[in-house]
C-alpha cells in the first residue's frame, strides 16, 4: 500500500512541477536571442518624395547572411534636407544628415520574411573625390530599425538591429555593404 501511495505522490508531484513550468515553457520559445548579419547591394533613386519634403527616394535590393540564415530583400529608403550646418568632420566636404524613412523586408531561404522599419539614421556624405567630383560619392551609415513582424517563422517578431553601412554612388547608383547585429524575438 505505501508503495502505490509513493506512485501516487511521485505522480502528482511531477503533474504539478509539469503545470508550474509550463506557462515558462511558452516563455522560451519567445526568448530574446542575438541577431547579426552582413550583406552587400544596391540602390536607385526614383521620383518618390513620400513625406513632400523635396527629397526623393530609392528603391534598395541587397543579399546577405544572418545567423538566422541566408537572406535577400528590398525596400524603400527616403532621406531628409540636409540642414546646411551639420557636417561629420571638421571637413566642409563631408556633409551629416540626420534621420529619414525606411522599410525593408527580407526573405530568407524558407519562404519566412522579416520586416524592418528605421528608427534613426546618420549618414555621412563626402561630397567630393579629387578624381571624379561629380559622379562618385562615398559615404557611411549607422542606423537603428526595429523588427516588426513577418511571416512563416518571423510572423510576430520583434527587436532592434543596429546597422553600419559603407557604400559610393557611381552615375546614379549606390552600391554599399555593411553589417547588423542586435536582438530579435521570434515568438
Excluded at 39 to 59: E, I, K, M, R
Excluded at 100 to 107: D, K
Amino acid at each position: 500500500m505505501s508503495r502505490m501511495k509513493n506512485r501516487v505522490t511521485l505522480k502528482l508531484v511531477v503533474l504539478g512541477t509539469i503545470l508550474l513550468l509550463a506557462p515558462f515553457a511558452v516563455n522560451l520559445s519567445a526568448a530574446e536571442r542575438p541577431f547579426k548579419s552582413q550583406f552587400s547591394g544596391w540602390a536607385l533613386g526614383t521620383a518618390l518624395d513620400t513625406n513632400g519634403d523635396g527629397v526623393t527616394g530609392g528603391h534598395t535590393w541587397s543579399k546577405g547572411k544572418s545567423n538566422l540564415g541566408s537572406f535577400e530583400g528590398g525596400g524603400f529608403v527616403e532621406g531628409l534636407p540636409w540642414d546646411g550646418v551639420s557636417f561629420c568632420s571638421l571637413s566642409p566636404l563631408e556633409i551629416k544628415f540626420e534621420g529619414g524613412l525606411a522599410s525593408f523586408v527580407s526573405r530568407y531561404h524558407d519562404g519566412s520574411l522579416l520586416q524592418t522599419e528605421l528608427t534613426s539614421s546618420t549618414t555621412c556624405i563626402n561630397v567630393e573625390d579629387p578624381d571624379d567630383p561629380i559622379n562618385f560619392l562615398r559615404f557611411t551609415v549607422e542606423q537603428t530599425a526595429d523588427f516588426v513582424g513577418g511571416s512563416g517563422r518571423f510572423e510576430g517578431s520583434t527587436g532592434s538591429v543596429t546597422c553600419r553601412v559603407i557604400g559610393k554612388v557611381t552615375a546614379g547608383v549606390t552600391s554599399s555593404s555593411g553589417e547588423c547585429s542586435g536582438v530579435i524575438e521570434i515568438p
